[in-house]
């Protein structure tokens, strides 16, 4: 059995799909920690971030209703037997957790308030930013999905709502030394002008994407050849359309196949030989991040 973790938005919940038939198995439910959106799984344990409990704009409509400022995100972990549930991380040391990944020695996240891109040990300690940035009017300073690969950092800058002014980058994994992670030299902007990037994850010399921005380029799974240093990317190849707000994503390349979560609930298996799509589950609620076990 092939299981894959994905996360319940509303349910505060991690659950355990197996991806043949879509069969569903509760690991953690009405968790205290709110709005739950990344997610890796190292050996046993199911590693998450969180980003908040939203204050609501009753006057504001859109994504912009939700009020993510306050530094209440956190990183989680749990058995994948539900047994040992913690907090890594003291509070207020993220503000919105979004996309989290491991290299297997260490976790990396994504904070979209915080302006940053961090990292830390798997027990929480020597925590580092790795990027900061300053604020910038349109939420085009906001860093939501993470992927580590050969030696380089890997991330999203969505943009506005449906702007069209997404953006991916790319810097080493170490900080050069000398340099704050304010200020570094080495971060190259690979793409520009996308709809609204989100997760990431990087397999098979490819980088691959979701896009939760306005059609006809939004709303899909995106892959792409990972450019040499120094080089931008190239054009995208598209690999599915349609999805309701596309978020997480997770890559089996030995079975030629993408996992795509959205926030009409639905998560997709998407073949990487173009092939098609059938839905593995649909959880009748919004779901973020999702990763293989």
Request: with cysteine.
């Amino acid at each position: 059995m092939t299981a894959m973790i994905a996360l319940g938005l509303a349910s505060r919940s991690i659950l355990s799909i197996d991806v043949d038939d879509g069969s569903v198995r509760t690991i953690l439910s009405r968790d205290g920690a709110y709005c739950p959106d990344g997610v890796a799984v190292v050996g046993d344990t199911v590693y998450w971030t969180t980003m908040g409990k939203p204050a609501i704009r009753p006057d504001v409509e859109g994504e912009a209703k939700y009020d993510y400022s306050a530094a209440d995100g956190g990183l989680h972990a749990i058995g994948l037997d539900g047994s040992g549930r913690r907090d890594l991380l003291p509070s207020g040391t993220i503000v919105t957790g979004k996309q989290l990944v491991s290299d297997g020695t260490r976790l990396y996240w994504g904070d979209r308030e915080g302006r940053r891109v961090s990292s830390c040990r798997p027990d929480g300690s020597d925590v580092a930013d790795l990027i900061v940035n300053p604020a910038e009017p349109d939420r085009m300073a906001e860093c939501v999905g993470v992927a580590v690969a050969d030696g380089y950092l890997y991330w999203t800058q969505k943009g506005p709502s449906k702007g069209g002014r997404g953006r991916i980058f790319r810097a080493g994994l170490a900080v050069p030394d000398g340099q704050p992670p304010e200020s570094r030299t080495d971060v190259e902007l690979l793409w520009d002008s996308l709809p609204e990037p989100i997760d990431l994850a990087v397999a098979d010399g490819h980088l691959y994407w979701t896009d939760r921005g306005a059609e006809p380029n939004g709303n899909t799974l995106n892959r792409a050849l990972l450019p040499m240093v120094g080089q931008p990317g190239a054009e995208p190849e598209i690999l599915a359309r349609g999805l309701q707000e596309a978020i997480g994503l997770a890559v089996d390349a030995a079975a030629g196949v993408v996992y795509v979560s959205d926030l009409g609930g639905t998560i997709r298996a998407v073949a990487l030989d173009g092939t098609g799509d059938r839905v593995v589950v649909d959880l009748g609620e919004k779901v973020t991040g999702v990763a293989l076990t």
